[in-house]
């Protein structure tokens, strides 16, 4: 069912106001291919760089992104992506991102000939960026639209000129002014709301809208899997390797998606409304960015041991830090959101989280069917280990049963 207006009177700009139980539209899911095919691009920069540098420059680029496409996702909240203005801005922040896209290759190094990769990368981010902002502040409820205001200027203006003053600057200065920038945005914007009670009109679409952002984040990381084993020609190695990646695919979907996306959801929607937002905030625009990032670092790991599963050598370094350092930033990511939304630790997903990480050289010293087939006994043990302890103590599992939801 459609909403209202924003506030009184007749709606701004044709747009249509959120209401508890709305979904996701379509026009949300097609504004997030712009982003599937950003991700496959940081993680082809990432792979193609093949060292510490490339995977900074990327996650950098990816917490910009990151930054952009959960803006959006407060913006569709609040009024309905499909109707007046807020279509407008959507498929302008679309089409912007997907430039910004195109262009991540060039975005740090400018090839010879043409525009100026960095520039062109900085102004479609900004034009997503400024777009979002304007309809943002203008559809925002009157009593904190000020408020609004003032958080969006005070968080976007300095992160904007940064990253402009970069972009001219080149290297070594743009990667320092570009980190800068992705710190103050965040840190600025979460000072500048607190005490704001800024309104999240459907719990279910909020949740719902991140939970796609985690799914096309996986389907890209199955890309990665099919790019690495079109490589070479197929044999029963590629056949296991290809079975044991998507094992690790399916599980990180499950972690989220079976065992803890249905308790946050029911979580969020019993908070009262002075206090969802903050949590939404704390929960979902900022922890899920771990998850993302995850994800995207996973996806590089599972790319590099296909491509070299007929390798007698051992998968190294990077493909063993990309992929266990991946899979444990998205776990210890579930874990922080577990805790800020159903208020319990899950300490079995922060100790596989640290054993990956302190495993990474190991990991990195077997072939990469067996660096693959490690990563699978750990997520094994890992629900395992959840089951047992949610048998004992009652807590967890794979009920959609909240503890807060209870009190």
């Known amino acids: 069912m459609r909403g209202g207006s924003i506030g009184s009177g007749r709606p701004p700009g044709g747009a249509v106001s959120s209401r508890e139980g709305d979904r996701v539209t379509t026009l949300e899911l097609f504004f997030d291919l712009a982003y599937v095919f950003a991700f496959t691009q940081l993680s082809r920069l990432m792979a193609q760089q093949h060292d510490a540098l490339g995977i900074v420059q990327a996650l950098v680029?990816?917490?910009?992104?990151?930054?952009?496409?959960?803006?959006?996702g407060w913006l569709t909240n609040l009024a309905h992506a499909d109707q007046g203005v807020v279509r407008v801005a959507m498929i302008v922040g679309m089409t912007a991102v997907f430039i910004a896209?195109?262009?991540?290759?060039?975005?740090?190094?400018?090839?010879?000939?043409g525009l100026s990769g960095p520039l062109v990368f900085v102004g479609a981010y900004l034009l997503a960026r400024v777009t979002h902002a304007i309809v943002f502040v203008w559809l925002a409820e009157p009593g904190i639209r000020r408020?609004?205001?003032?958080?969006?200027?005070?968080?976007?203006?300095?992160?904007?000129?940064?990253?402009?003053a970069g972009a001219l600057l080149g290297a070594p200065w743009q990667l320092w002014f570009t980190i800068t920038a992705v710190v103050i945005e965040p840190f600025v914007s979460y000072r500048t709301s607190a005490g704001v009670a800024w309104p999240v009109r459907s719990a279910a679409h909020f949740t719902e809208r991140h939970g796609l952002i985690v799914?096309?984040?996986?389907?890209?990381?199955?890309?990665?899997?099919?790019t690495g084993a079109a490589t070479e020609p197929i044999s029963m190695g590629i056949l296991?390797?290809?079975?044991?990646?998507?094992?690790?695919?399916?599980?990180?979907?499950?972690a989220y998606f079976t065992r803890l996306a249905g308790d946050a959801e029911h979580a969020l929607t019993s908070l009262p409304a002075h206090d969802r937002g903050r949590a939404a905030t704390d929960a979902y625009t900022y922890l899920h960015l771990s998850l993302v990032g995850g994800i995207v670092l996973a996806a590089v790991g599972l790319e590099v041991?296909?491509?070299?599963?007929?390798?007698?050598?051992?998968?190294?370094?990077?493909?063993?830090?990309?992929?266990?350092g991946?899979?444990?930033?998205?776990?210890?990511?579930?874990?922080?959101?577990?805790?800020?939304?159903?208020?319990?630790?899950?300490?079995?997903?922060?100790?596989?989280?640290?054993l990956l990480l302190l495993l990474t050289p190991v990991i990195g010293m077997l072939w990469p069917l067996l660096s693959l087939a490690a990563v699978v006994a750990?997520?094994?043990?890992?629900?395992?280990?959840e089951r047992t302890f949610a048998s004992v103590t009652g807590v967890g599992g794979d009920a959609h049963v909240s503890p807060m939801s209870e009190l």
Do not use: K, Q
């Open 378 to 385: 750990a997520l094994v043990g890992l629900f395992v280990a």
């Open 147 to 164: 408020r609004t205001l003032l958080t969006v200027a005070l968080s976007a203006v300095p992160s904007a000129a940064l990253l402009l």
């Open 240 to 254: 296991l390797g290809v079975l044991l990646s998507m094992l690790i695919c399916i599980a990180l979907w499950w």
């Open 326 to 354: 991946g899979v444990a930033c998205y776990l210890a990511g579930t874990a922080c959101f577990e805790r800020r939304l159903l208020g319990r630790w899950n300490v079995v997903r922060l100790v596989t989280a640290a």
């Open 305 to 324: 041991a296909m491509a070299h599963l007929e390798s007698a050598d051992g998968l190294g370094l990077f493909g063993a830090a990309t992929l266990g």
């Open 61 to 72: 680029i990816l917490a910009l992104l990151w930054w952009a496409w959960t803006s959006y």
């Open 215 to 226: 799914i096309l984040a996986l389907g890209e990381s199955i890309l990665g899997i099919g």
């Open 101 to 113: 896209g195109v262009v991540v290759y060039e975005a740090y190094d400018d090839l010879a000939g």
